[in-house]
């Protein structure tokens, strides 16, 4: 079972930008194709980038060109680089693996942007 903890949210203006970090128990980390997910206020949890082992990148229409997703393998962390946030933005991060596993659900991180 991989153990998943998000890091690095906060409160961020518009235009502004957040990193965040997910530290991943397991030596097979490197292994598995990893996601980022949000779930906004009132809205389903939903998939916003993906890496996969050999760090092939995704991202959902609505953050391509705004975010970048990246992976050390060798820290067996993940993060997630944004930029040009927006206040629609506004969600709890999730990482998991893809498709994720619902054992490993961690308690996200809070990113909120506003003026």
């Known amino acids: 079972q991989v153990q998943l903890v998000e890091s690095g949210g906060g409160l961020v203006q518009p235009g502004g930008s957040l990193r965040l970090s997910c530290a991943a128990s397991?030596?097979?980390?490197?292994?598995?194709?990893m996601g980022w997910y949000r779930q906004g206020p009132g809205k389903q949890r939903e998939l916003v980038a993906r890496i996969t082992s050999e760090h092939m990148t995704k991202y959902s229409d609505s953050v391509k060109g705004r975010f970048t997703i990246s992976r050390d393998n060798v820290k067996n962390t993940m993060y997630l680089q944004m930029n040009s946030l927006k206040p629609e933005d506004t969600a709890v991060y999730y990482c998991?693996?893809?498709?994720?596993?619902?054992?490993?659900w961690g308690q996200g991180t809070q990113v909120t942007v506003s003026s």
């Open positions: 397991g030596s097979i980390f490197r292994l598995y194709t």
């Open positions: 998991n693996l893809d498709p994720p596993r619902s054992a490993s």
